[in-house]
């Protein structure tokens, strides 16, 4: 009985010393740290981990990916060498699209006005005030706060007011980098959406996307 006792728990110890040698060892991630120039003044597009190194921090299970743009946005993004739908995406990002958190403000003139429709904030002068009871709790759905936050947009914008608006209501800066934009993206992760037919039209595969809608008659107003 003893030696059949034995045999289980060196059966046990063998299972759980195989279950983790198979687990991938994580690296520690670089601080958050803004690069030089105007992708860092304008956007904080992160120096580290960004369009050019993003592959290398794909897939980790302390982390979550969050594209925050619109399928189609309706600023006029081709003005600025853009493209107002999501042409396409990196591999493991889903969309939460930023327009829908709150307002947008500050975008070049050029693109104009975006969505103006219902958002979950309000921002004025830097302050962010729900617009609806459940508004925390989906944005701390979407942006876990115990996991590391990777923010993508087209160019970096989104992304960057993303970051700024988490840290406002209390996340932690140092876990939230901004990647910057698709639209610099070459690594071996595309995902493309946009394609030209044999007619020569163009049309999006957005069932490719994981989109993150949000279903404001189902929330409750804030009185």
């Given at each position: 009985m003893k030696k059949k006792s034995l045999l289980i728990l060196l059966l046990i110890i063998s299972l759980c010393v195989v279950g983790c040698s198979c687990e991938k060892q994580l690296e520690d991630l670089p601080k958050p740290e803004?690069?030089?120039?105007?992708?860092?003044?304008?956007?904080?597009?992160?120096?580290?981990?960004?369009?050019?190194?993003?592959?290398?921090?794909?897939?980790?299970?302390?982390?979550?990916?969050?594209?925050?743009?619109?399928?189609?946005?309706?600023?006029?993004?081709e003005a600025i060498g853009g493209d107002s739908y999501l042409s396409g995406f990196v591999k493991g990002f889903e969309v939460v699209p930023y327009p829908l958190l709150v307002n947008v403000s500050g975008l070049p003139d050029e693109v104009g006005d975006t969505y103006t429709g219902k958002t979950l904030f309000k921002e004025k002068d830097g302050k962010y005030?729900?617009?609806?009871?459940?508004?925390?709790?989906?944005?701390?759905?979407?942006?876990?706060?115990?996991?590391?936050?990777?923010?993508?947009?087209?160019?970096?914008?989104?992304?960057?007011?993303?970051?700024?608006?988490?840290?406002?209501?209390?996340?932690?800066?140092?876990?939230?980098?901004?990647?910057?934009?698709?639209?610099?993206?070459?690594?071996?992760?595309?995902?493309?959406?946009?394609?030209?037919?044999?007619?020569?039209s163009v049309s999006y595969d957005f069932w490719k996307v994981t989109y993150h809608d949000i279903d404001f008659n189902n929330l409750h107003k804030v009185k």
């Open positions: 803004i690069t030089s120039g105007i992708r860092g003044e304008q956007f904080g597009i992160d120096k580290n981990i960004n369009e050019e190194t993003i592959d290398k921090y794909l897939g980790r299970s302390d982390s979550v990916y969050r594209d925050m743009r619109m399928l189609k946005d309706p600023g006029n993004y005030t729900a617009r609806y009871e459940e508004s925390l709790e989906i944005l701390e759905y979407y942006f876990p706060k115990d996991k590391n936050i990777f923010l993508m947009c087209g160019g970096g914008g989104y992304a960057g007011m993303t970051k700024n608006m988490l840290v406002s209501l209390g996340w932690d800066e140092d876990k939230i980098y901004n990647v910057g934009g698709y639209w610099y993206y070459d690594g071996e992760n595309n995902v493309e959406v946009k394609k030209t037919n044999k007619d020569k």
